[in-house]
């Protein structure tokens, strides 16, 4: 009988259609798929934070303190060679200023007597190599002079504090 056989183009035509179905169904398992972004496209399209966060609303701040005054310093006038250096000088209040007498003419010790009118200070005669110092505290002008003349003039200067 001829239908007792089974031809092999049928076999493997059923094989291949049992191949066929069994990839086409879904899994038996239970795999979940989503939809992932690479972490690159996201870094791009995401916008940048600010590295610092600024508060939008506007605070009241104390107003600064003020500046402090500067730091008292002492300043030096030497009397040499029969003049007062510097004759002139601006200070802050607070400075001290220091007259040092290094004045020597022909082996001589020559005199000086400070006069500042305005402090109360009418003969102060400066000792050679002693400072005589004052501090100022108020805001001016303060002139000062030597009372000994020197070649018929008065030596002077001013202080000026600020």
Not at 38 to 54: G, M, N, Q, R, S
Not at 80 to 96: H, R, V
């Amino acid at each position: 009988m001829a239908t007792d056989k089974i031809k092999p183009q049928s076999v493997l035509l059923v094989f291949a259609l049992l191949f066929v179905l069994g990839c086409s169904q879904a899994p038996t398992a239970n795999v979940i798929i989503e939809d992932v972004t690479p972490a690159e496209v996201v870094e791009a399209d995401a916008p940048k934070e600010p590295d610092v966060i600024i508060n939008e609303t506007p605070e009241t701040l104390p107003p600064p303190p003020p500046p402090s005054p500067p730091a008292p310093k002492t300043l030096t006038i030497e009397i040499s060679n029969n003049l007062y250096n510097p004759k002139n000088l601006e200070i802050n209040a607070g400075d001290t200023v220091a007259w040092i007498h290094k004045d020597i003419v022909e082996g001589r010790v020559m005199p000086h007597i400070l006069e500042i009118s305005a402090l109360g200070i009418k003969r102060k005669t400066l000792t050679y190599e002693e400072p005589f110092q004052h501090t100022f505290t108020e805001k001016g002008e303060f002139k000062y002079r030597d009372l000994i003349p020197y070649r018929d003039e008065l030596r002077t200067g001013t202080i000026k504090v600020n």
